[in-house]
Structure formats: structure tokens, C-alpha cells
């Protein structure tokens, strides 16, 4: 049996040969419609978001700039009232700037405000106690005893400034104190995780905002004079200088000494946290043991009487009917 081999008809296989041609163009010419290349779609998409975000990083940065940069103003009134009584002369020690910034209030606006009110508080007091004692009271003592009466008022008027600032000064180191170990153990965590001490702050101030914004501003204004001091020293001791708490200015010296001599700062934080914590423990611990004798007396005063009465009560009726 022989075996024959099969060659095919010329034009049958030209038939074909044309057919797959057509067909291969069709799919050439059809294939950027059927199957779309997404890869240009995903590149615009990427394009588009990388610059959204980057205009709102944009928009974001310039607010905040915009924010930063403009200076408040003081009110026309107080800055016509320091000048005329040439008020900033009390201003050049220093003493008033340190506590006000102390307080959280900055700025010459802070300034001048302090120095007009305490200036103006007393007349406004002494013309409102003179009102009452004249139009309230009506005393029949005679005029120069009821003015002297309310200047002796309105001179408290000159000391209420004072007294607000530090009783805000007050308030401010508590809170500072209450939440300073979360805010190093944070620091530690970024510091150990690589940062620099600028990134580090910086992200300390975003994050503890919410937890404390006495510390946010605080750590924020350190790390813009770390961006701009040439001493990075000056903006250590100059967070201790603004908050005044001594869990800050041993934190402060900390920084400084491991500024200077290369020591490991994460071995460092980690130890000032652990001490302010214990620091905050203690606190608690003497308010704690000082509430018995704090309630000493309002227990005399209030609940024994109340305890002699019910005892003593029922023995002086059988007496009385005796």
C-alpha cells in the first residue's frame, strides 16, 4: 500500500491565506476598541490625583503660612492709650512678655492689650462701685467716705490683670503636666523609628492636638525655631522658658546635653518619660493623702452638729417632760 502525500489546491490555499489575513487585520484594527489599554487611563487617573493632592497640600501649606505670617494687631484703643501714656516702658524688662507668653498669649497685641486694661480696669471698677454705693446702697455717710470706698474697689482693678495671667499660667502648666508623657512617648516613638528631631517634633505637635493643644502649639512653635535658629540650643531653652513646668525644662536639658555631647537621645526620652510619669503619679498621690484634713473641718463644721443634735435631741424632750 503506498502512501500518497496530499498537496493542496493552489487556490484553495490562497483562499485561505487571504481569509487569515483578513481576519488578522480585522483584529489588528479592531483590537485598541475591543481590549482598551488601561494603562494610559491609569497613568492620567495617577497624574490627576498626584495633582489634586498636590494643590491641597498647596492650598493647605499656604493657609497655614498665611495663618502664621500675619501679625494681629492691637485695637486701635489700647494702642492709643499706651501711647499716650508711653505704657510700653513697662514692657522693656521683659517680666510681662515672659508671663504672657507663659499664659499662651504672644504678640505685641497681647502686649499692648495687658498693659490698656490694666490701666483702664480701675476706673471702669471705681465708676461701677461708685453707681452701686450711690444709686443701690445709698448710704448716709457723707461723699468723701463713699469716694474713698470705691477707690479702695476700683484699685483691685489693677491687680485683676495680674491675677487672671497667672491663674491662666496656672491652668496651662496643669494641662502641660497632665498629658507631657504621652507627648514623650510619642517623641520616643518617632525618634527610634528614624526621624530627626525637626520631623520628630512635628509630628509629636500634629498628633497630641487633639489629646492637649497647649502642647501642640508649644512643640509647633519649636520646631519652626529649630527651622530658623542658628542655635538649636536657644529653641530647647526657649520651650522651657514658655511653659515654665519642670518636667519640660529637665526634658529641655535632656535634649540639650544630647544635642551636644552625641549621646543617644531615644536612651534619654525614654528616661524623662518614665519620670514624668512617675512625676504625675506622685502628684496624685499628695492630693490624695492632703484630702483628709481638707475634709477635717467641713465634717466639724457640718456634720457634727447635725450628729450632737440627732444624739443629744431625744435625751433633752425626756428632760423637758420631767
Known amino acids: 500500500m503506498s502512501l500518497g502525500l496530499y498537496i493542496p489546491d493552489p487556490e484553495q490555499l490562497s483562499a485561505l491565506m487571504a481569509g487569515l489575513s483578513a481576519f488578522c487585520a480585522v483584529v489588528v484594527v479592531s483590537w ?14 495617577v497624574e490627576s490625583e498626584r495633582e489634586r493632592i498636590r ?16 501679625r494681629v494687631e492691637p485695637k486701635r484703643l489700647f494702642q492709643a ?18 508671663k504672657l507668653n507663659m499664659a499662651g498669649y504672644r504678640g505685641h497685641a497681647a502686649i499692648t492689650a495687658f498693659l490698656a486694661v490694666r490701666l483702664i480696669a480701675p476706673i471702669v471698677i471705681f465708676a461701677a462701685a461708685l453707681f452701686y454705693i450711690l444709686l443701690i446702697i445709698r448710704p448716709e455717710a457723707p ?8 477707690a479702695g474697689v476700683g484699685s483691685l482693678g489693677y491687680y485683676a490683670p495680674a491675677i487672671f495671667i497667672k491663674n491662666r499660667i496656672t491652668k496651662r502648666q496643669q494641662a502641660i503636666r497632665r498629658s ?24 509629636v505637635g500634629e498628633e497630641i492636638g487633639a489629646q492637649s493643644p497647649e502642647i501642640a502649639e508649644e512643640i509647633l512653635l519649636t520646631t519652626a525655631e529649630l527651622s530658623y535658629l542658628q542655635d538649636r540650643r536657644q529653641a ?24 551636644k555631647y552625641g ?3 531615644g536612651q534619654a526620652l525614654r528616661v524623662m518619660a518614665q519620670e514624668n510619669r512617675d512625676m504625675r503619679m506622685s502628684e496624685a498621690e499628695k492630693k490624695a493623702a492632703a484630702l483628709p484634713p481638707k475634709l477635717t473641718v467641713p465634717m466639724i ?3 457634727l452638729p447635725v450628729l450632737f443634735a440627732v444624739i443629744i435631741t431625744p435625751a433633752a424632750i425626756q428632760i423637758m417632760n420631767m
Open 32 to 45: 485598541p476598541y475591543v481590549f482598551r489599554d488601561t494603562l494610559a487611563d491609569r497613568m492620567k487617573k
Open 55 to 70: 494643590q491641597k497640600e498647596r492650598s493647605r501649606l499656604g493657609t497655614e503660612k498665611s495663618a502664621a505670617s500675619l
Open 81 to 98: 492709650i499706651v501711647d499716650r501714656f508711653n505704657l510700653a516702658k513697662q514692657a522693656e524688662d521683659g517680666e510681662i512678655v515672659r
Open 143 to 150: 461723699l468723701p467716705l463713699v469716694l474713698g470706698m470705691a
Open 180 to 203: 507631657w508623657p504621652e507627648a514623650l512617648d510619642l517623641l520616643l516613638i518617632t525618634v527610634e523609628s528614624g526621624m530627626g528631631i525637626e520631623s520628630a517634633f512635628r509630628k
Open 236 to 259: 530647647f531653652e526657649n520651650l522651657g522658658h514658655r511653659t515654665g513646668a519642670e518636667g519640660v525644662r529637665a526634658v529641655v536639658t535632656s535634649l540639650i546635653q544630647a544635642e
Open 263 to 265: 549621646t543617644p537621645l
Open 301 to 303: 463644721v457640718f456634720f
